[in-house]
Structure formats: structure tokens, C-alpha cells
């Protein structure tokens, strides 16, 4: 029997999401290499050239859009007026995210126009001639049907000069590896492969694209999951497995093959608790 997504039920989702942003130190480490690395690479080298007043900015996935908070201040440098059209199917987190920007002083110089829906009913329709300086596709890739297509459309919608920034689960990330090992059993035979940072790193090169990747480590406590009462557990273990309810609805095999990952490689223990790897590729493509 195949699994409800978790994806699905955007409450939880959120919710969940949430607690995991909370539990690991995954956005801590990106905030800083956005903050360092990601403003040198732009700011110093002046890798994007934007000729124009007004940035236009793309965000595929956004959720709470505390990325795109930061991403505003490395791109448009405090002072200059960014438009950000938000491609999120979950209208939760886009809520949450249109009352951070119209609260925040320093996002007095930004707009956004969210759009709730996937990137790929987005680009069934998408207006080819609107063009981009900067898109970001941060932790989506997992989510999307066919992420050749999404990566090509979204270099067609740059602009000459412009960046696309990509963040994918590494080939170290426990919850790419969950998911392609234990995805047909949670969602049925019909299951595609869900790309780490090297597959999207080789989908660029067979493209053409210039590009440079890094990777960043990372990682989540997961020691609460191995606590059946404990609700935090149980919703973190929705978030690494996508399945909306796991521990309820999972058959006994199923969780068994989950807490065999939580004993491999892909985990390890420190200071008598248990972590699973949430590495992250960094790419940014250049056009
Ligand atoms: C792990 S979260 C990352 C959010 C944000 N980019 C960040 O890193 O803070 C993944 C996001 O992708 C969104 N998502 C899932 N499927 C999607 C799709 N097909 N198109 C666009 N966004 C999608 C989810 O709703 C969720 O907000």
C-alpha cells in the first residue's frame, strides 16, 4: 500500500519542516555560506550583472522564504529594489512568507508576487519573454516530477548575465538515501529517483551550462525518533521520510528498514546522540 506524501498535507508539512529547520544546524550553515561564500562569489567577482534598477528575482520552493530574506540583502546589496516572483504550491508557508516581507524594515525595497502552485504548472503557462537576473532552487529538487526539465527551464528564464543557485541534499544526505532506497515501498513501484547534488551537478554538465559546486556539511538529531510517544520525533521522522504520518501508517517492515538507515553510514553518534547527514551541494549556474 503506498504512503500518503507529506508534501500533501501542507499543514504539516509546515509544521514539520519547521521543526526540522529548528533540530538541525542545516540552516545555520547555509545562512553563513550565503552570507560569505555565495556574497563573494557574487559581490567580488561581479558574477551578476544586473544593468537595470530594479532586480528581477525568481525563488522556485521558497516555503517561509528565510532564505529569499537573506538572498535579498546579498543580491540587492540593502538598497536596491528587487521583485521576486514565488513559485510555492504551499499556501501556508507563502502566508507566512507575505507577512515576514511586509513586516520586515529591511524588505522596504522588496515585492514579491507569489504564485501558489508547482514549478511545474508554473512553466506549462509560464510567460517565456519574462526574464530573471537571479533564481534560486533551494531543497526542492527532491519534490519535482522531472528536474532536467525544471533546471532547463529556469536557465531559458535568465537573463544573459544572470545566476541560478541551486541547493540539493549531497551524496552523503541520509533523507536522499532514505528516499531512493525506501521510496517504492512508501510510494509504490512507480517511484523516480530523487537527484543528490552530484546528479544535478551531471544534469548541468550533459546541458552545457557553466557552473561551480561545493559541498557544505550537515546534520539533524534525530535521537527523538527512536522515542515512539515523542511527537517532535514522529514529525521529524514525517519530514525525513515525506510521509505524512509515518510512524501510524507504516507497515512494521517499513519502519524496520528505516531505523536500518538510522544505523548505517549515513548516520553517526556524538556526545550520546544519534544524527542523521544532511550535507548539501552548493551550485551556482552561470548564464
Ligand atoms: C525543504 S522546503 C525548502 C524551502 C526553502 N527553499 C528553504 O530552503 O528554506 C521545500 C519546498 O519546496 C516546495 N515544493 C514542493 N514541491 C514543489 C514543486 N513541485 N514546485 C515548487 N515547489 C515545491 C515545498 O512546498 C516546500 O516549501
Same mark, same amino acid.
Not at 101 to 111: E, Q
Not at 237 to 260: G, H, K, M, W
Given at each position: 500500500m503506498s504512503l500518503r506524501k507529506l508534501h500533501d498535507n501542507d ?11 529548528? *533540530? ?15 556574497? +563573494? ?33 546579498? *543580491? ?5 529594489? *528587487?521583485?521576486?516572483? $514565488?513559485?510555492?504550491?504551499? $499556501?501556508?508557508?507563502?502566508? +507566512? ?87 517504492? +515501498? ?45 511527537? =517532535?520525533?514522529? /514529525? ?6 515525506n510521509v505524512d504520518n509515518c510512524y501510524e501508517r507504516a507497515s512494521?517492515? /517499513? ?21 542523521? =547527514? ?8 552561470? +548564464?
Amino acid at each position: 500500500m503506498s504512503l500518503r506524501k507529506l508534501h500533501d498535507n501542507d499543514k504539516r508539512y509546515a509544521e514539520a519542516f519547521k521543526l526540522f529547520r529548528q *533540530i538541525s544546524d542545516q540552516e545555520i550553515k547555509m545562512k553563513t555560506w550565503i552570507l560569505q561564500d555565495f556574497s +563573494k562569489e557574487i559581490n567580488s567577482t561581479c558574477l551578476l550583472k544586473i544593468n537595470e534598477d530594479i532586480v528581477q528575482m525568481m525563488g522556485i520552493g521558497s516555503g517561509f522564504g528565510k532564505l529569499d530574506m537573506l538572498l535579498f540583502e546579498v *543580491i540587492g546589496n540593502m538598497n536596491q529594489k *528587487i521583485n521576486e516572483l $514565488v513559485v510555492e504550491p504551499n $499556501v501556508v508557508e507563502i502566508e +507566512k512568507f507575505k507577512f515576514s516581507v511586509a513586516s520586515s524594515v529591511d524588505c522596504s525595497n522588496v515585492t514579491i508576487e507569489c504564485i501558489p502552485t508547482t514549478i511545474e504548472s508554473y512553466n506549462m503557462t509560464r510567460n517565456t519573454t519574462r526574464k530573471f537576473h537571479f533564481i534560486h532552487c533551494i531543497h526542492v529538487l527532491y519534490y519535482v516530477d522531472n528536474p532536467v526539465e525544471v533546471i532547463k527551464h529556469a536557465f531559458d528564464s535568465l537573463l544573459e548575465g544572470g545566476v541560478l543557485l541551486i541547493i540539493q541534499g549531497a551524496v552523503s544526505h541520509g533523507m536522499t538515501h532514505i528516499l531512493n532506497t525506501l521510496g517504492d +515501498k512508501m510510494y509504490g513501484n512507480a517511484r523516480r529517483h530523487v537527484p543528490n547534488g552530484k546528479d544535478i551537478e551531471e544534469i548541468i554538465q550533459g546541458l552545457g551550462f557553466n557552473y561551480k559546486a561545493d559541498v557544505v556539511d550537515a546534520k539533524l538529531d534525530i535521537t527523538e525518533c527512536f522515542d515512539p510517544n515523542s511527537d =517532535k520525533g514522529n /514529525l521529524l521522522l514525517d519530514f525525513i521520510t515525506n510521509v505524512d504520518n509515518c510512524y501510524e501508517r507504516a507497515s512494521p517492515d /517499513l519502519q524496520n528498514a528505516i531505523y536500518d538507515v538510522f544505523g548505517s553510514d549515513f548516520c553517526f553518534e556524538e556526545d550520546g546522540k544519534t544524527y542523521l =547527514k544532511f550535507d548539501f551541494s552548493v551550485i551556482i549556474v552561470t +548564464k
